[in-house]
C-alpha cells in the first residue's frame, strides 16, 4: 500500500502517503501509526519502517476484503486462507479441539486416537455449560468409553491464528477447545481479539490474538494494531521470544501477527489494559511475522 488513512481524529482524517508518513518525527509515527486504515476498504492497516538491509517503508494491512483494490495475494495470505478453510472444516467434524503448544509452523495436523487422548467430549446427555470444567484424565478415559465419542482433534497456535486472521468462523464457534489435560473452553469464549479484550472478573486467562503495531525502542512492550489501549509486556522473555520467532529488529514485529494465551488486568491508574502471558511460558504465544 501506498497511502493510508489517519483517523486519530475521526472528524478530519489525513490521508498519507509512505513517504510523507516516513518524514513525521518518531514521536507522531508512534502516536499515528495505530489509527492507520485502508483507503480502499477500511480495513486496520499498519506501518513498517525501512530496514537496515534496505527493504523500503511501507503501509500494509492483514484485513483487506477479498474483492480491495490494494490486496495482493502473497504467500502469508495464501498460508491464512488455507488454514482458514482447515479450521472451518474441524468446526464441522470434530466434537472437541486440543490445543498443542508444542506444535510449531509446517506441522502436520495430528488426530488423536482413543488410546492416547487424554481429554474427551463429555457425553451430550451432560447439561453442564461451564466455561472451565477440570476433568482428570482417568474419569475422561471412562466417560469416553460410555459416550464413544472420539472426534477430538489437535492442532497447534500457528494454524488457529491464521485462520482467524483470515475470519475463520472459530472465535465465534461453541466448540469444546482443551488448552490443556484438564480444562477446557467453548471457543467463542476463549479466543478473543485484542480490541474486545477486558480484564476477566476471576483473572481467568484467554487466548488473545490480532496484529501487531509495533513495539517500543527497546522492544519490552508489544502494541497491537487492533486497538490503542492495550499492551502487552515481554522485556521478561525478550530473549527467548526473539530466538524463537527469529525477531532480529523491531521491523520484523510490525504488522505480525500474534495469538497469545494469558491474562489481562488493569493497570495501575486503570487507563490500559495489560495482557501477561500465561506462566511466562513462551510455547503460549506464536507470532506469525509478515513475508518480506
Given at each position: 500500500?501506498?497511502?493510508?488513512?489517519?483517523?486519530?481524529?475521526?472528524?478530519?482524517?489525513?490521508?498519507?502517503?509512505?513517504?510523507?508518513?516516513?518524514?513525521?518525527?518518531?514521536?507522531?509515527?508512534?502516536?499515528?501509526?495505530?489509527?492507520?486504515?485502508?483507503?480502499?476498504?477500511?480495513?486496520?492497516?499498519?506501518?513498517?519502517?525501512?530496514?537496515?538491509?534496505?527493504?523500503?517503508?511501507?503501509?500494509?494491512?492483514?484485513?483487506?476484503?477479498?474483492?480491495?483494490?490494494?490486496?495482493?495475494?502473497?504467500?502469508?495470505?495464501?498460508?491464512?486462507?488455507?488454514?482458514?478453510?482447515?479450521?472451518?472444516?474441524?468446526?464441522?467434524?470434530?466434537?472437541?479441539?486440543?490445543?498443542?503448544?508444542?506444535?510449531?509452523?509446517?506441522g502436520k495436523r495430528a488426530s488423536l486416537s482413543s488410546a492416547d487422548k487424554k481429554?474427551?467430549?463429555?457425553?451430550?446427555?451432560?447439561?453442564?455449560?461451564?466455561?472451565?470444567?477440570?476433568?482428570?484424565?482417568?474419569?475422561?478415559?471412562?466417560?469416553?468409553?460410555?459416550?464413544?465419542?472420539?472426534?477430538?482433534?489437535?492442532?497447534?497456535?500457528?494454524?488457529?491464528?491464521?485462520?482467524?486472521?483470515?475470519?475463520?468462523?472459530?472465535?465465534?464457534?461453541?466448540?469444546?477447545?482443551?488448552?490443556?489435560?484438564?480444562?477446557?473452553?467453548?471457543?467463542?469464549?476463549?479466543?478473543?481479539?485484542?480490541?474486545?479484550?477486558?480484564?476477566?472478573?476471576?483473572?481467568?486467562?484467554r487466548m488473545y490474538w490480532g496484529t501487531l503495531s509495533h513495539s517500543d525502542k527497546?522492544?519490552h512492550w508489544l502494541n497491537p494494531a487492533d486497538c490503542r489501549d492495550v499492551g502487552?509486556?515481554?522485556?521478561?522473555?525478550?530473549?527467548?521470544?526473539?530466538?524463537?520467532?527469529?525477531?532480529?529488529?523491531?521491523?520484523?514485529?510490525?504488522?505480525?501477527?500474534?495469538?497469545?494465551?494469558?491474562?489481562?488486568?488493569?493497570?495501575?491508574?486503570?487507563?490500559?489494559?495489560?495482557?501477561?502471558?500465561?506462566?511466562?511460558?513462551?510455547?503460549?504465544?506464536?507470532?506469525?511475522?509478515?513475508?518480506?
Open positions: 500500500m501506498l497511502d493510508a488513512i489517519c483517523t486519530l481524529d475521526e472528524t478530519k482524517p489525513v490521508t498519507y502517503t509512505v513517504f510523507k508518513f516516513q518524514k513525521l518525527s518518531d514521536a507522531d509515527i508512534e502516536h499515528y501509526r495505530q489509527s492507520l486504515i485502508c483507503p480502499a476498504c477500511n480495513g486496520k492497516a499498519y506501518f513498517r519502517k525501512a530496514s537496515k538491509d534496505g527493504k523500503a517503508a511501507c503501509f500494509g494491512s492483514r484485513y483487506h476484503q477479498t474483492d480491495c483494490s490494494e490486496f495482493n495475494p502473497s504467500n502469508a495470505k495464501v498460508r491464512e486462507e488455507l488454514a482458514a478453510i482447515e479450521v472451518n472444516q474441524l468446526l464441522v467434524d470434530n466434537d472437541a479441539l486440543v490445543i498443542d503448544f508444542s506444535k510449531r509452523a509446517g481429554v474427551v467430549v463429555e457425553s451430550k446427555a451432560d447439561k453442564g455449560n461451564t466455561d472451565l470444567a477440570e476433568i482428570g484424565a482417568d474419569k475422561a478415559g471412562t466417560q469416553d468409553e460410555q459416550s464413544g465419542m472420539s472426534r477430538v482433534s489437535s492442532e497447534g497456535l500457528d494454524k488457529l491464528l491464521h485462520s482467524l486472521l483470515r475470519g475463520s468462523e472459530l472465535a465465534e464457534s461453541d466448540l469444546w477447545v482443551y488448552t490443556d489435560e484438564k480444562y477446557r473452553w467453548r471457543a467463542k469464549n476463549l479466543f478473543v481479539n485484542f480490541a474486545d479484550a477486558e480484564p476477566t472478573d476471576n483473572g481467568a486467562p527497546n522492544m502487552i509486556p515481554v522485556e521478561d522473555y525478550q530473549e527467548a521470544l526473539c530466538k524463537r520467532f527469529d525477531i532480529q529488529e523491531r521491523r520484523d514485529l510490525e504488522g505480525a501477527g500474534i495469538i497469545i494465551f494469558g491474562k489481562c488486568f488493569f493497570n495501575k491508574d486503570k487507563t490500559r489494559k495489560i495482557i501477561q502471558l500465561w506462566g511466562k511460558d513462551i510455547s503460549r504465544m506464536a507470532i506469525s511475522k509478515l513475508d518480506d
